[in-house]
């Protein structure tokens, strides 16, 4: 019988126990560190180092208009990442983050200067040699279209050379510059146009793995890497940066945690 009771005793204060609220100590989180972005088609993802507090209960993440402007909530989170879909292409937005506990205590905000320009992607665009098929030999950064390689528009069209056997990629005019960034294992391997090392002839050989940076005549940059390429046809995926004059075409060097958040939320494939 006495063990009985003992044992009775002993699961009511341990009910008891476990049924105390916990105090809180009055103190907030630390201020998240390591806040960063990555540049999507209509989307922004931010992401942060986690907090190592035992009461930690999550994130608000900020933005705004101008770096000293304004920041205003857009979204709560448990994890260290969060999608911000709410953004214009072409558009520059200011990110912070602060973190909160069980208790409501939060931090200031984080203190990394971190903004970004949404630009437009695409996958897949096929053009065909400019002697064969003109109409579709083209390719328009602006209209996010291949076309014609005479209309005023077109950036760059490709060609296939008979009498060599080459296969290349040419400026649409004069006033556009392009130049091979090399073979990349994807399309945002290139963060930013680079300001020198632009072909002097207005042509590069178009190969498949290699990546090109154009600078169009009306001062954008885009990007595209060939991911097939024959006498017929080149195949290329592509970004393009409608801000004026803005080399960003991903504004951070990935780490692999990063590059993994980037294939589960959709921005590479």
């Not at 392009?178 to 963060?191: A, C, E, N, P, R």
């Not at 060939?226 to 046809?233: G, R």
């Not at 290329?236 to 409608?242: K, L």
Request: hydrophobic share 35%; proline share 5%; aromatic share 14%.
């Amino acid at each position: 019988m006495k063990k009985i009771l003992l044992s009775v005793l002993g699961l009511g204060l341990l009910t008891g126990c476990l049924e105390q609220p916990m105090e809180s100590d009055g103190s907030a989180p630390a201020v998240p560190r390591g806040v960063a972005s990555i540049t999507g088609d209509r989307q922004v993802v931010i992401s942060w180092y986690p907090n190592s507090e035992n009461d930690l209960s999550g994130y608000r993440v900020f933005r705004g208009n101008t770096e000293r402007g304004n920041y205003f909530h857009i979204g709560t989170t448990r994890s260290t990442s969060f999608v911000d879909r709410d953004v214009t292409n072409g558009r520059t937005y200011y990110y912070a983050v602060a973190a909160y506990d069980d208790s409501g205590n939060e931090s200031d905000l984080s203190y990394d200067l971190v903004f970004d320009t949404p630009r437009p992607a695409g996958y897949g665009i096929r053009l065909f040699d400019f002697q064969a098929i003109p109409q579709a030999s083209g390719y328009s950064f602006s209209t996010y279209r291949a076309q014609d390689y005479r209309a005023s528009t077109s950036d760059i069209f490709f060609e296939y050379h008979t009498a060599s056997g080459g296969l290349f990629l040419d400026v649409a005019n004069k006033d556009t510059d392009i130049q091979d960034f090399g073979y990349t294992d994807s399309l945002d391997d290139i963060d930013y146009a680079p300001d020198k090392g632009w072909s002097p002839l207005g042509y590069v050989e178009a190969i498949t793995g290699h990546a090109y940076v154009i600078w169009t005549a009306d001062d954008h940059y885009a990007k595209i890497r060939i991911t097939a390429v024959s006498p017929n046809f080149v195949e290329f995926d592509w970004a393009y940066q409608i801000s004026d004059g803005n080399p960003e075409l991903r504004p951070q060097h990935e780490t692999p945690e990063k590059l993994a958040l980037l294939h589960r939320t959709g921005i590479l494939y």
